[in-house]
């Protein structure tokens, strides 16, 4: 049974009291590009713990994305700051933010993104041989990985030899190698049929447990909302709810 | 290392435009190379004959000779002074000759022409001119008796003579008064230089003094031939510190437009090249902003996680110079057994160069690349791949990963 429990403002997950990773007060983005400035973000304030395995939900254009790309450093916030660790990130050049992201964030896009040029194995490794990691560990850590989300044996498979759910468990593999402090998955699920939805959610939930590794989804998917920990719900570009849900 | 992986099968992605892309990598450079091969095999040929057949590689004059080619200008005790030059590191042979102008006439035309007396054994050590003699019944000064000469086939044609045949020749002699002889053609020689060849006759040294009434042991001109042809610059100051009273000069110094053509191969190959890659600079710039684009949402992706511009940059020089050099090095191939095949058995374009003997080419050209040559090309290809690398990078850099995910 679900129990359900809003939380005060500034809204905050505290489920497990775990140490808080990521911290985001006033953040306001604004684009002026069209004629009609757009406000995609109007006020954030929120923050969110280690071990986390949180839905981000709402309607298309409330600001999903862009919120994932702010905590990402994927873009920079109007105004507002975003803390990683306690590390204010907003104020990063790109090239630092680049290195930063490649260390600390893992991402799973919705359409798998993976180098097509390289095996499943590579493309999961990728991160590691970008960090320069040993290949010794490398080899250890890729098998660990496929082995844990059931593609062992696929290793020396090109992407496009693979299924929709085969290829975006390759991503998870990539985004979780180099064990970063949190994921950022946006619309993860978005092309998979239920099987393979329900599989991936299994196995990410399973890794959110063992390796304690931050999950925080962009979705529209029942299926991902159901298994979430927490549901934060924007509308406009603002936090309308924030649900800790305890399963 | 995954960086080049990566880039080298990106090139694969893609057989067909990158093959096309290689393949005019690959004709362009070996036009180059070719082009540069043929007229360096051409102006190097054409130096060679005329130090070999005209100017040798130094000579030595009467400081005043040179402006009026004035025959009271000598050089005197000449077998001393050829004695000592023997001496000198570096000089293979030495010969000396008497060169003035005078009238050769029969009974059908008149020319003027540079009368040279020789020391044919002399002549022979230094000149390839006795290699030269084109008609079976001539010979190289083999007959004993005197006033016997050799022409070109030039000048045997407008003079309407052949072997055996009289040609008088007029000069003024040593005092300044006209004198003449009657010289009987013993054989007829074609160099690959058609001025040369119309203007020079040669003679018996000893035939000329006698009949110039020369002072003896003078000569107007000394020849020097070298082991090779690059000694030049070290031994002519050796010379010149020997006799301070002659004018010493390198065979650069006495035609310059060999040191000029010389020189001009040296940038030949610069110019020709540069024009070239600029142009497939622009073919491989164009191929790899279409790669660019084509992939904005994989560079998206691979920023977004984490790869930075340098590695964004390396990836693109990358796949830019597997390109470039793939095709580079085929052409580097293909000129290279071009160059090697005909510098071994002559590229012959008589078929369509007529004239080129006029100027003093060979029709048999026998292409050159050098090591240096080769080097040149690398480093140019090097660096058109880097600078091509950097418009496409500076797009792909330019792209806002988040952006691009969603393209």
């Given at each position: 049974m679900k129990k359900e429990t809003k939380a005060s403002s500034p809204l905050r997950g505290d489920k497990r009291g775990a140490p808080v990773i990521i911290e985001v007060r006033g953040l306001h983005k604004t684009y002026t590009e069209t004629e009609v400035e757009v406000k995609a973000i109007n006020g954030i304030d929120l923050s969110f713990e280690e071990g986390e395995f949180t839905a981000i939900v709402g309607p298309s254009g409330c600001g999903k994305t862009t919120f994932l790309n702010m905590i990402g450093g994927l873009d920079v916030p109007t105004s507002g700051k975003v803390f990683i660790n306690g590390t204010d990130i907003s104020t990063f050049s790109s090239s630092k933010m680049i290195d930063f992201r490649l260390n600390n964030i893992g991402f799973v896009f919705q359409a798998y993104n993976l180098i097509p040029v390289l095996t499943a194995k590579e493309n999961a490794e990728f991160i590691m041989q970008l960090q320069g990691r040993p290949k010794a560990e490398r080899d250890k850590r890729i098998a660990e990985l496929f082995e844990a989300i059931g593609i062992a044996g696929k290793e020396n498979i090109k992407p496009s030899r693979l299924s929709g759910g085969q290829?975006?468990?390759?991503?998870?593999?990539?985004?979780?190698?180099?064990?970063?402090?949190?994921?950022?998955?946006?619309?993860?699920?978005?092309?998979?049929?239920?099987?393979?939805?329900?599989?991936?959610?299994?196995?990410?939930?399973?890794?959110?447990?063992?390796?304690?590794?931050?999950?925080?989804?962009?979705?529209?998917?029942?299926?991902?909302?159901?298994?979430?920990?927490?549901?934060?719900?924007?509308?406009?570009?603002?936090?309308?709810?924030?649900?800790?849900?305890?399963? | 290392m995954i960086i080049f992986r990566i880039a080298w099968r990106n090139i694969w992605r893609h057989k067909v435009r990158s093959s096309i892309v290689m393949f005019?990598?690959?004709?362009?450079?070996?036009?180059?190379?070719?082009?540069?091969?043929?007229?360096?095999?051409?102006?190097?040929?054409?130096?060679?004959?005329?130090?070999?057949?005209?100017?040798?590689?130094?000579?030595?004059?009467?400081?005043?000779?040179?402006?009026?080619?004035?025959?009271?200008?000598?050089?005197?005790?000449?077998?001393?002074?050829?004695?000592?030059?023997?001496?000198?590191?570096?000089?293979?042979?030495?010969?000396?000759?008497?060169?003035?102008?005078?009238?050769?006439?029969?009974?059908?035309?008149?020319?003027?022409?540079?009368?040279?007396?020789?020391?044919?054994?002399?002549?022979k050590k230094v000149t390839g001119i006795y290699r030269c003699l084109t008609d079976s019944a001539g010979t190289y000064f083999a007959s004993k008796h005197r006033n016997r000469m050799l022409i070109s086939e030039k000048l045997a044609k407008e003079l309407k003579v052949k072997i055996r045949s009289k040609v008088v020749i007029t000069f003024q002699d040593f005092d300044g008064n006209l004198t003449g002889a009657s010289f009987k053609v013993e054989g007829i020689f074609k160099t690959q230089n058609d001025l040369f060849d119309k203007q020079n006759v040669f003679v018996r040294k000893s035939d000329l003094d006698r009949i110039l009434d020369m002072p003896p042991n003078s000569a107007h001109e000394i020849a020097i031939l070298l082991n090779s042809n690059d000694e030049t610059y070290t031994v002519l100051p050796v010379i010149k510190k020997m006799f301070p009273q002659y004018l010493i000069e390198g065979w650069f110094?006495?035609?310059?437009?060999?040191?000029?053509?010389?020189?001009?191969?040296?940038?030949?190959?610069l110019i020709f090249m540069s024009i070239i890659m600029l142009a497939l600079g622009f073919v491989i710039v164009n191929t790899m902003l279409m790669v660019v684009l084509e992939r904005t949402r994989e560079l998206g992706m691979v920023m977004a996680i984490g790869m930075n511009k340098k590695k964004v940059f390396k990836m693109i020089f990358?796949?830019?110079?597997?390109?470039?050099?793939?095709?580079?090095?085929?052409?580097?191939?293909?000129?290279?057994?071009?160059?090697?095949?005909?510098?071994?058995?002559?590229?012959?374009?008589?078929?369509?160069?007529?004239?080129?003997?006029?100027?003093?080419?060979?029709?048999?050209?026998?292409?050159?690349?050098?090591?240096?040559?080769?080097?040149?090309?690398?480093?140019?290809?090097?660096?058109t791949g880097l600078i091509a690398s950097i418009f496409p990078t500076i797009r792909a850099l330019k792209m806002k990963p988040e952006e691009a995910i969603r393209e």
């Open positions: 290829q975006q468990r390759v991503a998870v593999a990539r985004a979780l190698a180099s064990k970063p402090k949190f994921i950022l998955a946006d619309e993860p699920t978005a092309n998979l049929d239920s099987k393979a939805t329900a599989e991936l959610l299994d196995i990410m939930h399973e890794l959110n447990r063992q390796e304690k590794v931050t999950f925080i989804f962009s979705t529209h998917d029942k299926r991902v909302i159901e298994r979430a920990e927490r549901i934060i719900t924007l509308e406009d570009g603002k936090v309308v709810s924030d649900i800790i849900v305890n399963i | 005019a990598v690959t004709v362009g450079l070996f036009g180059g190379l070719a082009s540069t091969a043929i007229m360096k095999g051409m102006v190097m040929d054409m130096v060679k004959n005329n130090i070999e057949n005209e100017v040798s590689d130094i000579q030595i004059h009467n400081p005043k000779y040179p402006a009026n080619n004035e025959i009271r200008y000598v050089i005197q005790n000449s077998s001393q002074v050829m004695d000592s030059i023997k001496k000198v590191d570096g000089v293979k042979a030495v010969c000396e000759r008497t060169k003035i102008q005078g009238m050769a006439s029969t009974a059908s035309k008149a020319t003027g022409v540079i009368v040279i007396g020789v020391e044919p054994e002399l002549e110094d006495i035609n310059p437009y060999l040191e000029m053509s010389t020189s001009m191969t040296k940038y030949m190959l990358y796949e830019t110079s597997i390109l470039g050099s793939v095709g580079a090095l085929l052409g580097i191939v293909v000129s290279a057994l071009f160059a090697w095949y005909f510098g071994n058995n002559g590229l012959d374009i008589t078929s369509f160069s007529k004239g080129f003997e006029t100027f003093g080419y060979s029709t048999v050209i026998h292409p050159i690349l050098e090591t240096s040559d080769y080097i040149e090309v690398i480093v140019m290809v090097f660096f």
